[in-house]
């Protein structure tokens, strides 16, 4: 089946919008204590389009946002409903081993008509997310992921409007239905698997009415398997607050802004366009830029802009020790198409390239294209942890640690933000740190998910 590209269908998309009015709706959900993962349909496409066939969580697409206070216990039962097995990962939340989700490293798959009972305190304060970690390449292309929003015990920003917004990307085929070789090694091999229609909360042309000089708390979280967002707002002037949940130390000015996949930011924007204009949130792509949110103005807000925003409250993650006697690892990335990879470990024996990609390996950490037996680090549990990592390869990689946050150190020694996932360049070296706080076996992959099924993945002890 042809599939469309982001050329003609987007031009056939905005030349349906222009002349039918069309805007395309999603489907919408309250919050539960259940979340069920189930198929559905969706209008993703213009209106003289078929509804596309999704899955969801609860009927939805994104699934429902979970908003709950800082400290507090979340339960939710996970009811899996679609044909293959599946789990829930609380992405960036700090977590109770138990609950994070892993198949064969923290809980069985939930197999189809099963239920598992997800129960955690949340200890930090903003913006995660939820998806699947059992062919997390095809169902979260399929739809199946949510926001979980953690909001400060006190000490919050002061905001007329507080929103979600999740980016993700859909590959399309001529009849608005997702395209299939979710298993294609030219995706995994490459960049992983991009779409050709990308999305807000679902919908192609997602717009919300603002005010002039309103304040915006806008929580951003890159959900797509692959797309790295490069992003800009225009018609705003504002702050980044916050990265993968974590209060940066002072807000930093809003310029263009890139999330990979798996990363979120916290911006503040004031909305400095006028009445009867519109401001965006702008993708930059190798043909250009797109409005993929739009905000119209539509009245005042109040005369002038606030004042700028105070830092966010902190979270109670634990300090870095010293580096010196800090235990110390090195992750090395190989593979992948144009790479100088000729072969890895898989079974206990070495396998050339053309071998490791019959078995749908591609890509390698240390030398081993599958899950090692032994963790790349086994730390005692409050000890800092610094790992060197080389991005041997010809393509970026998104690199998530699961149950922690860490830094990114610099070439002189200081610690950067706390983050949970760090992007990588071809060819680029990094180095980052953090105290294993939190006991239990934790993934480290990279959250290209093609990339990860294809062989980038280790783990971690902490014990």
């Not at 309250?30 to 559905?40: H, V, Y």
């Not at 979120?264 to 909305?271: G, W």
């Not at 150190?409 to 680029?428: H, M």
């Amino acid at each position: 089946m042809k599939s469309i590209t982001r050329r003609t269908f987007g031009g056939g998309m905005l030349a349906a919008l222009a002349t039918t009015g069309f805007r395309p709706t999603a489907l919408k959900a309250e919050t539960p204590p259940d979340l069920i993962a189930r198929k559905g349909v969706l209008q993703l496409a213009p209106a003289n389009y078929p509804e596309t066939l999704v899955w969801g969580y609860n009927g939805a697409v994104p699934g429902p946002t979970i908003r709950l206070p800082q400290g507090t216990r979340m339960t939710r039962r996970f009811q899996n409903e679609l044909p293959q097995p599946s789990t829930i990962h609380w992405h960036g939340i700090r977590i109770d081993n138990a609950m994070d989700g892993v198949p064969g490293l923290t809980q069985d798959v939930v197999e189809p008509g099963a239920t598992f009972l997800y129960d955690f305190v949340v200890p930090d304060a903003g913006t995660y997310w939820y998806h699947p970690h059992n062919r997390s390449y095809e169902q979260m292309a399929r739809g199946l992921s949510g926001a979980l929003v953690v909001e400060e015990a006190e000490g919050g920003p002061e905001v007329d409007n507080d929103e979600v917004l999740l980016f993700d990307d859909w590959r399309l085929a001529e009849d608005a239905q997702i395209a299939g070789g979710f298993g294609d090694m030219h995706d995994w091999a490459h960049a992983g698997r991009i779409g050709n229609w990308i999305t807000v909360n679902g919908l192609g042309d997602w717009r919300k009415p603002v005010q002039q000089h309103s304040r915006h708390r806008l929580r951003l979280v890159n959900t797509a398997n692959a797309r790295i967002f490069s992003l800009e707002a225009q018609g705003f002037a504002g702050w980044i607050v916050a990265l993968d949940g974590m209060p940066l130390d002072a807000p930093q000015p809003l310029d263009r802004l890139t999330l990979a996949p798996a990363q979120r930011a916290d911006i503040i924007v004031d909305v400095t366009a006028s009445v009867g204009e519109e401001a965006f949130l702008v993708s930059f792509e190798r043909d250009g830029g797109y409005a993929i949110a739009t905000f119209d103005v539509t009245a005042f807000a109040r005369s002038e802009r606030l004042d700028a925003p105070s830092p966010l409250p902190p979270n109670p993650v634990p300090q870095l020790g010293p580096l010196e006697t800090a235990r110390k690892a090195a992750l090395l990335m190989e593979g992948g198409a144009m790479g100088r990879m000729g072969g890895a470990m898989m079974g206990g024996q070495m396998m050339g390239m053309r071998e490791m990609a019959g078995a749908g390996k591609i890509w390698a950490f240390n030398g081993m294209a599958e899950m090692p037996d032994e963790p790349l680090v086994a730390a005692h549990r409050g000890e800092t942890v610094r790992i060197d990592i080389t991005n041997d390869t010809a393509w970026p990689h998104a690199m998530h640690l699961h149950g922690h946050h860490f830094h990114q150190i610099g070439s002189n020694g200081t610690a950067g933000p706390l983050r949970d996932t760090l992007l990588l360049d071809r060819g680029e070296t990094a180095q980052i740190a953090f105290v294993a706080d939190n006991p239990g076996d934790w993934l480290l992959h990279c959250h290209m998910l093609e990339h990860s099924a294809g062989g980038m993945m280790t783990w971690l002890r902490v014990a």
